[in-house]
């Protein structure tokens, strides 16, 4: 187990989104987030307090916690200084990169010295099978995105948290390094083999009640050069009987890609529908969700209402204005 409360390092974050293991947490488990620690050139900001090693451990924070979510997911020699000092000064570490924290022989000599823990939570703890494709009971909705970091993680706890409002039997599953931060397990989907990437999704989500909904977190996209494998492994070993759009309407580009423009949405339902009915061809497609973080309030509603009546499905942002809409076009199917 990882030692709550977290101080949360944001490193050299170039900008907010590339700080979203650090938001996830703080927006999800605020009780955890006594504050944050920024390097010089920091251009992220979680709006909690500006806090030194010795500021956060004396306000009794356990855990420093890699809240960036960096290309590639390397350590830089900047941030293994701060890291190191972390160590020293009584801080576990949690991590969710792909360069793992305990693959550093000087992290892992500091923290064996100084009798601290090393988490790495994109590591796969289980033997994963391949995929069999063979139906299970139960119910399932998959967030996919026409690009990374628009909002699938968010989109599925929010519908998780309204559905169990209304007393409905429904599960988030995790499937990346900040919603098993968050909710305590999933599967680091990103860090399976390929072979076994969809059978890790079939595990995730087993044979369940009738009328029980995991409502699985999406990752990449279909459209994006970098991650669409990714995507697929959700999208066949979930299984989904609905798939939700998600969308971020203020991007210039592709994330991390300037030269590929962001899909439509009428192109990210057609793909993803036709992908997801190879698995389960009752795959519906029940509603949209979108990013209107950067969009002023007005400006937000009206471009939700056209995009309804353009899509002909319900749409909303679910962290801003409520799930309340996804969640009832998905009660009825």
């Not at 709550?4 to 907010?16: E, I, M, Q, S």
């Not at 200084?81 to 500091?110: M, Q, Y």
């Not at 204005?321 to 076009?329: I, N, Q, R, W």
Request: with cysteine; proline share 5%; charged share 20%.
């Amino acid at each position: 187990m990882i030692d709550t409360p977290y101080l949360l390092f944001l490193g050299d974050a170039p900008d907010g989104l590339a700080a979203k293991v650090a938001q996830g947490i703080k927006d999800w488990r605020p009780e955890f987030a006594i504050g944050q620690y920024r390097m010089e050139g920091c251009k992220a900001d979680m709006g909690l307090a500006d806090m030194t090693l010795a500021e956060a451990k004396a306000a009794g924070a356990k855990t420093l916690v890699i809240g960036v979510a960096n290309r590639g997911g390397v350590i830089s020699p900047a941030w293994k200084k701060v890291l190191i000092e972390a160590l020293e000064a009584g801080f576990d570490l949690a991590s969710g990169l792909h360069n793992l924290l305990r693959d550093e022989a000087d992290l892992s000599a500091v923290a064996t010295a100084m009798g601290r823990s090393l988490h790495d939570v994109r590591v796969p703890s289980v033997q994963y099978p391949i995929a069999n494709g063979v139906k299970r009971s139960g119910k399932r909705c998959l967030a996919v995105g026409t690009d990374c970091s628009v909002g699938k993680m968010y989109t599925a706890l929010c519908m998780e948290r309204e559905m169990r409002a209304r007393g409905m039997n429904a599960d988030f599953r995790a499937t990346g390094q900040t919603g098993i931060l968050i909710t305590g397990g999933g599967v680091p989907l990103d860090a399976v083999i390929a072979d076994f990437m969809a059978g890790s999704v079939e595990y995730l989500s087993p044979d369940n009640d009738a009328d029980h909904w995991d409502l699985i977190e999406g990752q990449g996209s279909l459209f994006h050069v970098s991650y669409s494998g990714v995507t697929m492994a959700l999208i066949h070993g979930g299984q989904p009987d609905a798939l939700v759009l998600c969308h971020e309407p203020t991007r210039a580009h592709m994330r991390g890609l300037p030269d590929y423009q962001a899909p439509s949405l009428e192109a990210l339902r057609d793909v993803a529908l036709t992908m997801a009915r190879v698995a389960n061809p009752a795959c519906v497609v029940t509603g949209i969700s979108v990013n209107t973080q950067h969009m002023p309030e007005a400006e937000a509603l009206a471009y939700l209402a056209e995009v309804e009546t353009r899509m002909g499905l319900p749409a909303t942002d679910p962290f801003r204005f409520g799930a309340e809409k996804l969640v009832d076009a998905l009660d009825a199917i």
